[in-house]
């Protein structure tokens, strides 16, 4: 199993998609300058919290190489971070922009920007591995947020396949929060910060700021 560091790097070079990778390289022909590749995670290797995302937005981490950076969600979820100190900044421009997370890591269950932001089940299958390989090698994990229910169902899982059970048994409803038996991992749902959310108040900064200031908590309560 590679290190964090070494997966990281491996994880652009992915081919295995053949729709996504025609259309990164659709894109990539318009806009010669953007990423327009499989998109790593990023964040504190020793991270305590790791957030789980859908998949890169076309101008946003598909553009930048670097998750939830240049885009509306972006700009939701970084201000959240830093004001409960995970992240150095509150904003997320550019991968050279000097942001950091302390602390915490971002990943994805798809990692190429799919047309109409919509992987195909097969298409995050094929990715799951990667956040598979991820959550072995956090060994300071405490709490899992995910960031929608798609996330929710790709980390359950692969948490089920140790711990029983079955994915109707974890409805996936804003705030709740989930144990498990067979480790001290929480689980944390919530409405992913799009801008579809975000607009129709259906996720609002208060209650997103609730889910990370509870993730914090409960992260150093499990230590």
């Not at 190489?65 to 972006?74: E, L, P, Q």
């Not at 029983?164 to 498990?180: A, E, I, M, N, S």
Request: charge should be positive; proline fraction near 8%; glycine fraction near 6%.
């Amino acid at each position: 199993m590679d290190s964090l560091a070494s997966l990281e790097k491996r994880i652009p070079q992915c081919r295995k998609c053949p729709r996504l990778v025609r259309y990164l390289s659709e894109i990539n022909k318009k806009f010669p300058t953007y990423w327009c590749r499989p998109v790593p995670g990023f964040g504190d290797p020793k991270a305590q919290i790791l957030l789980i995302g859908l998949a890169p937005g076309r101008f946003g981490s598909n553009r930048t190489g670097r998750m939830f950076t240049g885009d509306a969600s972006g700009d939701f979820l970084y201000p959240v971070l830093y004001e409960v100190g995970l992240a150095t900044k509150p904003k997320a421009i550019a991968i050279d922009d000097g942001l950091k997370l302390k602390n915490a890591f971002i990943t994805a269950v798809a990692r190429c920007a799919p047309p109409q932001n919509k992987p195909k089940p097969e298409e995050i299958k094929n990715c799951r591995p990667y956040l598979e390989e991820e959550l072995k090698l956090f060994s300071n994990l405490k709490v899992v947020v995910a960031l929608g229910k798609i996330a929710q169902d790709e980390y359950l899982r692969i948490r089920l396949k140790e711990e029983g059970g079955r994915l109707k048994d974890f409805p996936f409803r804003h705030g709740t929060v989930y144990r498990f038996k067979k480790e001290p991992r929480v689980l944390i749902d919530t409405y992913h910060p799009s801008r579809q959310n975000t607009n129709s108040g259906k996720l609002t900064m208060v209650m997103f700021l609730d889910i990370f200031k509870r993730a914090v908590r409960l992260a150093k309560s499990l230590n």
